[in-house]
């Protein structure tokens, strides 16, 4: 399902997966109920939360500036893209 959502292979996402459980920012919850051991759940560990809370820190602070002017560029957004479609 991760692998889907970001648009990058399996095997791609599993290494990803893997640097970020042995650094301690997921863990991984094995399936003990089906005999099928490949399906595993992940959970964000506290330092995990920490940098996702960092980021989205940094991220609000980015935006701000945008987010007073975003139904103004929003409606503007609308009519070049109408303007585009008309052509």
Same mark, same amino acid.
């Given at each position: 399902?991760? +692998?889907? &959502?970001? +648009?990058?292979? $399996?095997? &791609?996402? /599993? $290494?990803?997966?893997?640097?970020? #459980?042995?650094?301690?920012?997921?863990?991984?919850? %094995?399936?003990?109920?089906?005999?099928? @051991?490949?399906?595993? /759940?992940?959970?964000?560990? &506290?330092?995990?939360? &920490?940098?996702? +809370?960092?980021?989205? *820190?940094? %991220? *609000?602070?980015?935006?701000?500036? %945008? /987010?007073?002017?975003?139904? +103004?560029?929003?409606? @503007? #957004?609308?009519?070049?893209?109408? @303007?585009?479609?008309?052509?």
């Amino acid at each position: 399902m991760l +692998a889907k &959502a970001f +648009a990058i292979s $399996r095997p &791609a996402m /599993s $290494r990803k997966l893997t640097v970020l #459980f042995r650094n301690g920012k997921i863990k991984k919850l %094995y399936n003990l109920k089906d005999e099928d @051991q490949r399906i595993t /759940s992940l959970q964000v560990t &506290a330092e995990g939360k &920490a940098i996702v +809370a960092a980021l989205n *820190d940094e %991220y *609000d602070a980015i935006l701000l500036p %945008y /987010s007073k002017r975003s139904d +103004a560029l929003m409606a @503007q #957004f609308i009519v070049i893209s109408n @303007q585009i479609l008309k052509k």
